[in-house]
């Protein structure tokens, strides 16, 4: 980290970032999330993803994060130019003074900090058209994943493609979530289980030259602990004589829902690791938690992390928080939770990260009205002060809650009172209300799920939307129509905003590589509620005790 000795996260925007432009962001010459499944990149989790040319990659691997594309968006940070899909950024920076009256502090800066002074001023000063190797990368093998999150989609996880599959494309939703629920995305898996993948061939054939120089590798998923590749690189890590393996992080995206024995391969793997980092996800309590990510137990996930506290040899463990529309009603017991691990485990056990979620815009935190954001804005106010107030210290005298992480907080009260939109692409608020009831219907339909139940403080809001007139010949995957030639399935663009269009329905021209006997669960009620008796979990996904997952071997 450049950040020198006492200074501040504004401090350093100003010593290093404002000078090179108004608009520099080191993420975008030294970071990448890459989907090697179906070959989408981009340089964090905000803007959205663009695909790799194949042509490129055949002569030169780095291309596969080295894009024509993101080399473009160098060269206007580099110019003081605002680049459209960074929006998420300028949101932040645009609010004028966080809840505590400070300028700020919006993401570019905390993926900046992270990198040596060195490494920035040559990034500042090289052509937009070099190459650079990577320092941190997030990667995705595939999208294998035994959870369906209600914010997520078929593009990230195989449970959400099952439940496409079979119950078919949500209907009626009519904002920039759409494309996101129609088909099974067919795009994010072009390649059959025996085809050559030429990102992951390309991956592969960059590492020797990436590894040199990587400080994390970080791998997300799906569900990383579901694909053999990761235990791949754990194999690396015990044989290899790259000196730089003694200094690198290898860090995972995990959900903590694996059955006992791959949880128990994941433990055994960090002890050969210097540098072990794991993240994992939740921002809401108990049911809430469950019915926000379905596929999750609420005591088994809890139990789980607190084995990776006590049994795992890791550097870090972080909690990222996607705020969304539903988690802020139990947010304060949640962040009660996260106190009481810190308290037991340290302070950094774990770290929090608070990300606003904007896509699918109808999930956001601001489709909410405006009487219960100021309910939930007031609730994590008094939260915060209180725990400022207290201002609990670990047995080495450091604060359970970090500065770092109340600036987050701070910011997401403040973004609750004064950002209207998720984006600048949003659908007007009726709109979003009537996709926000649509789809939950649909979702609990689906998963057997009762949002009333679940979230009563938010059942009058739900029942006073009117739902619009929806087009029942609406083209949508029909159920039932995997591996069918003639099926349908959407051919989409993602706006430089980050929307995500629908241009028109095509026909199915090929298979994904997924087992379509897998998918044959019966479609009708009774049956399938028998068959989830037998089998747990998600119900309309894997069983993390009794399910084989993602071809790989858990010793169990």
């Known amino acids: 980290m450049s950040r020198k000795k006492g200074e501040t996260h504004r401090e350093f925007k100003k010593r290093m970032i404002d000078p090179v432009s108004e608009s520099f962001c080191g993420a975008k010459w030294y970071n990448a999330t890459i989907w090697l499944g179906h070959g989408g990149t981009t340089s964090c989790h905000h803007p959205p993803a663009h695909q790799i040319d194949l042509e490129e990659i055949k002569t030169n691997p780095s291309a596969i994060h080295n894009t024509k594309h993101k080399k473009k968006m160098r060269e206007m940070m580099i110019n003081g130019q605002r680049p459209k899909e960074c929006e998420y950024c300028w949101k932040i920076e645009d609010m004028g003074k966080d809840a505590d009256g400070n300028d700020p502090v919006s993401d570019r800066t905390y993926k900046t900090v992270i990198y040596q002074d060195n490494d920035l ?70 390649f059959d ?210 500065d770092w992480e109340q600036d987050q907080l701070s910011r997401l009260i403040e973004y609750l009172d004064v950002v209207k939109t998720p984006h600048r692409n949003t659908a007007d608020r009726t709109l979003l209300e009537h996709d926000f009831k649509v789809f939950y219907e649909q979702y609990d339909a689906r998963r057997f799920m009762n949002f009333k139940e679940t979230f009563p403080r938010l059942a009058d809001f739900y029942n006073s939307i009117e739902i619009m007139e929806i087009d029942k010949n609406e083209e949508v995957q029909a159920p039932k129509t995997a591996g069918i030639k003639d099926g349908l399935f959407a051919k989409r663009v993602v706006t430089e905003d980050g929307e995500v269009k629908v241009v028109e329905m095509k026909m199915r021209k090929r298979n994904t590589g997924e087992s379509d006997e897998w998918y044959d669960n019966p479609l009708d009620p009774e049956s399938r509620a028998e068959l989830m008796k037998k089998i747990g979990g998600s119900s309309i996904g894997w069983d993390t005790e009794t399910d084989g997952l993602g071809g790989a071997e858990d010793g169990g």
Request: charged content about 25%; glycine content about 4%.
């Open 121 to 190: 001023r040559k990034a500042a000063s090289m052509p937009t058209s070099s190459d650079v190797n990577l320092k941190t990368l997030e990667v995705a093998f595939n999208r294998t994943c035994q959870l369906a999150c209600s914010y997520c989609n078929p593009a990230f996880s195989s449970t959400w493609v099952k439940d496409i599959r079979n119950n078919g494309g949500y209907q009626g939703i009519k904002s920039d979530a759409r494309g996101h629920f129609i088909d099974d995305a067919p795009y994010a898996e072009p």
């Open 193 to 402: 289980d025996l085809e050559s993948n030429p990102y992951k061939d390309a991956f592969w054939r960059w590492w020797p030259e990436l590894c040199k120089e990587l400080e994390e590798i970080r791998v997300t998923g799906g569900e990383p602990l579901m694909t053999p590749d990761i235990y791949k690189l754990f194999d690396w890590f015990e044989t290899t004589d790259e000196p730089n393996s003694k200094n690198m992080r290898l860090a995972i995206n995990s959900n903590l829902m694996a059955k006992e024995g791959l949880l128990n391969k994941l433990i055994e793997g960090t002890q050969n690791i210097n540098r072990f980092h794991l993240y994992t996800s939740c921002e809401a309590y108990g049911k809430q938690a469950e019915y926000i990510r379905d596929g999750l137990k609420w005591e088994k996930w809890t139990m789980q992390f607190e084995r990776i506290c006590a049994e795992a040899r890791i550097e870090g463990l972080h909690m990222m928080m996607t705020i969304n529309a539903l988690c802020l009603d139990t947010i304060t017991e949640f962040l009660d939770w996260v106190l009481e691990m810190k308290r037991k485990y340290g302070h950094n056990m774990p770290g929090i990260s608070v990300n606003i979620l904007r896509f699918p815009s109808f999930q956001s935190p601001l489709t909410l009205p405006d009487n219960m954001r100021k309910i939930y804005h007031d609730e994590l106010q008094a939260w915060l002060e209180n725990v400022r107030t207290k201002a609990e210290v670990d047995s080495q005298g450091r604060l359970l809650l970090a």
